[in-house]
């Protein structure tokens, strides 16, 4: 049996409003989908917590709320952009493709 706590999130059903979790596998196409929703989600974050940010008028506790999910997001794209780096190490021609999707994704959280 498949180790579920290596499970990631594919998206949303539509029907149901439930995520969608698998064990993707090194390098398929479950990965990628996993690999897509977490930055989708890491940069939809960003982009609440920059506005949260930008107004001003957050206090502490609510921004320290927002702590776990950012470790959370930020864990996964790490994650992300270490496989791209792996799978592309640097001399091999598509590397500056990989390295510029991972700086072009970077920009996306700027806050």
């Given at each position: 049996m498949a180790d579920m706590s290596k499970a990631r999130a594919l998206g949303t059903d539509p029907l149901s409003g439930k995520t969608i979790y698998a064990v993707a596998e090194p390098g398929g196409a479950l990965e990628r989908i996993a690999d897509e929703t977490a930055v989708e989600a890491a940069t939809a974050?960003?982009?609440v917590v920059g506005a949260v940010l930008e107004s001003?008028?957050?206090?502490?506790a609510e921004?320290?709320?927002?702590?776990?999910?950012?470790?959370?997001?930020?864990g996964e794209v790490v994650d992300v952009a270490a496989r791209i780096i792996d799978r592309f190490p640097v001399g091999d021609?598509?590397?500056?493709?990989?390295l510029r999707d991972v700086l072009v994704l970077q920009s996306h959280f700027v806050i």
């Open positions: 974050l960003g982009a001003g008028v957050a206090t502490e921004l320290g709320a927002f702590v776990p999910a950012l470790y959370e997001a930020l021609g598509s590397a500056a493709l990989s």
